[in-house]
């Protein structure tokens, strides 16, 4: 027994080593990583438009998002975003969101800013066309930090007290991997390019108190969905 122990010490200490290498190597992921995460986070952030002007020339929107930083099989982070918009004029508003939260023991904040600009001349019946050009960032994920630049296209319709809208997203994302957490040949730097479906579904539950659902579908495999509280402020 006692010659043995030198042996079986030997076994621990190389079932351990071994461990710690596979946890090791399990915490760093490739490009195709980085660029699925950085889809499903962006998407799951992306709130749905803000009221018009025919709502309130100010107003705020509370969109409480669950994402997922790295992949499906991670666990769920809630994100509380609180966004307002300001009609600076009958076709033009100016809008910007903050979101703070907790994900993976550290602070994780969202930042969202630009404009939404209603060309006129290019209505459809009852349908009302937007455009809104946004830039999106997200630091304090685990293994990268997320930036990007929006452009929204579509129509939305009023039919007192509903509202409905439809739009195209292009998101052009730029992910800035953390050493720690990618392989040695995943570069500093990796844009990407996201095409979206969104649809909207609002009811003002009270005038100046709007109840919004949201649906982005990005493919077949990837699609997002939320609620959102709108006040006239």
């Known amino acids: 027994m006692v010659s043995s122990r030198p042996s079986i010490t ?36 992306d709130p749905a438009s803000f009221p018009g002007a025919e709502f309130a020339p100010s107003s705020f929107s509370l969109f409480p ?48 800013i630009g404009f939404e600009f209603l060309p006129g001349i290019m209505g459809i019946g009852p349908l009302n066309p937007a455009i809104a050009f946004v ?21 939305t319709a009023r039919l007192e007290p509903w509202h ?15 050493a720690e957490a990618s392989a040695p040949d995943v570069p500093r730097k990796i844009s990407l390019t996201s095409r979206a479906l969104a649809l909207m579904a609002g009811y003002d539950l009270v005038p100046g108190f709007r109840l919004s659902l949201r649906a982005i579908i990005v493919n077949p495999d990837l699609y997002s969905g939320g609620a959102q509280l709108s006040l006239a402020i």
């Open 164 to 178: 409905a809208g439809i739009a195209v997203l292009f998101v052009f994302q730029h992910i800035f991997p953390k």
């Open 65 to 112: 998002a669950v994402y997922r930083p790295e992949g499906r099989t991670s666990q769920g982070a809630l994100l509380p975003i609180l966004g307002l918009q300001w009609w600076v004029s009958p076709n033009l508003a100016f809008m910007g969101a903050l979101g703070s939260g907790i994900g993976d023991g550290q602070v994780v904040q969202y930042q969202r």
């Open 135 to 155: 830039q999106g960032r997200i630091d304090g994920l685990p293994a990268y930090t997320l930036k990007w630049n929006e452009m929204r296209w579509g129509y």
């Open 10 to 45: 030997l076994l621990v200490v190389s079932c351990i080593l071994t461990g710690v290498t596979l946890l090791s190597a399990q915490a760093h992921w490739d490009q195709s990583d980085f660029e699925s995460f950085a889809r499903e986070v962006s998407i799951a952030t």
